[in-house]
Each structure stands twice: as C-alpha cells, then as structure tokens.
C-alpha cells in the first residue's frame, strides 16, 4: 500500500539554524500538507499546499517557515531561523481529493525536531 | 477549535469490542465524521469517514446516530496493538471545502487494550 515517508526521522540543530524537513507523498496525490505536534499537545495545522501553490495556512506558519515542490515527487518544510519553541514532531500528509471526492490525509511517520 | 467532545481515556479487554464515543453536537449538513488514531509517537494512521450512513471497513465500524450528533467507533475484537489515541474529527465535504480541506485534532481518547 502507498504511503507518505519522511526523513530525517530524527533532526537535532542548534537555536537559529536553518532546517528542511523532506516528504514524499502519496504519488497520484494532489493535496499536502504540513502538521506538528509539540510534546504531549495535540497535533496542529501549519499548511496546506494544492496546485503549487499554499492554499491554506495557520498563524503558526509565520515568516520563518516555507514549503516547496521542488520536483514531481518531494515536498519540504523549511524553518529558516529555528527557535527553541520549534522542536516538536513534524508530520507531513497528502490527500487525493479530485474534485468533490472525499479523500482521507494520509500522514508519514514523522520527523522529531530538536533545537538546542 | 475542534468541533468534538471525546473522553479521555478508556479502558478494553483484549479480544472484545471497544466502542469509543464521539459528541459532534454542531455538526453541518456539509460535514464528515473522520476517525484516526495515533499509535505512541508514529503518524496518525486512518481508520473509517461517513456522512450519514453507518460504514464499515477491516479495520473497523462507524456508527452515526440519525441526527447526526453523535457516532460511535467500534473495534470489533480489540488487540494489544489498538492501543493508541483515537481522534474523533469533523471536515467539511469536498464540494464545499474550496481551501479548506485541513483536518482540526482535538485531544482524543487514549484507549488501552489489556491483556
């Protein structure tokens, strides 16, 4: 069964470095998306990405984070000055959706940040 | 915020039948009922979705009352590895979504599966 990856599963950076959280999705999928998860909180929503474009974000997603499609198949997350309010589990998602199908998210496993 | 109301933890046997509870009680017309489950740490994994109809897959059943308030989980022979947090979530219907196709988590419940 296809599934979303993600790597690194673990990332450890130092407080003001530059970070980029890699995805492969679904591959006939057309939706992305970016959620994070600090520790014993519940999962939020950073963004969602159609079309090349961001459809849809939360103000969690301020000026330091970015996503690209750099190619037919990955989709990143970058943080570009990390904080130590970052660390937490970045979970990327993708979903079929065409038109008016009601398509589930499905979601990698994750990749643990750390800023120290 | 989302919009469900779920208890917190639970408690099953192993090999019984775990029915975890949902309230949705300002659920729209345009609005699914999706279930997911988070297992210690790994991505949330997706368990079933309905509007109005009762569903069923292999992994489990859902159950919607008619008035659409509330719905029920239900594993029908409940394992040591159902253990996880199960997530209860309301998404609007594709055809009215436009941008908004993200999914709104709330807290769940952490159901334990004891031998």
């Known amino acids: 069964e296809p599934e979303v990856t993600q790597t690194p599963s673990h990332q450890v950076t130092q407080m003001g470095q530059e970070v980029i959280l890699r995805c492969v999705p679904i591959?006939?999928?057309?939706?992305f998306y970016w959620y994070r998860q600090i520790l014993g909180q519940k999962v939020e929503f950073l963004v969602s990405f159609y079309n090349n474009e961001i459809s849809e974000k939360s103000e969690i997603f301020d000026d330091q984070f970015s996503v690209e499609r750099p190619d037919g198949s990955n989709f990143t997350l970058k943080i570009r000055s990390t904080k130590l309010e970052d660390s937490a589990m970045y979970f990327c998602a993708s979903s079929a959706d065409r038109g008016r199908e009601n398509s589930p998210l499905h979601f990698g496993n994750g990749t643990r940040l750390t800023v120290t | 915020d989302a919009k469900t109301t779920q208890p917190p933890s639970m408690d099953c046997a192993e090999g019984r039948a775990a029915n975890l509870p949902c309230n949705h009680s300002?659920?729209?017309?345009?609005?699914?009922v999706y279930w997911y489950r988070q297992i210690h740490s790994q991505g949330p994994q997706y368990i079933i979705h309905g509007l109005k109809n009762n569903e069923t897959n292999e992994m489990a059943s859902l159950i919607i009352t008619e008035d659409r308030k509330s719905s029920t989980l239900i594993l029908p022979h409940a394992t040591l590895r159902d253990t996880a947090v199960y997530y209860c979530?309301?998404?609007?219907?594709?055809?009215?979504?436009?941008?908004?196709?993200?999914?709104?988590w709330g807290l769940g419940t952490s159901l334990a599966v004891n031998p």
């Open positions: 300002t659920i729209s017309g345009n609005e699914y």
């Open positions: 591959s006939n999928h057309l939706y």
């Open positions: 979530i309301v998404r609007v219907a594709a055809r009215y979504a436009g941008n908004n196709r993200k999914l709104i």
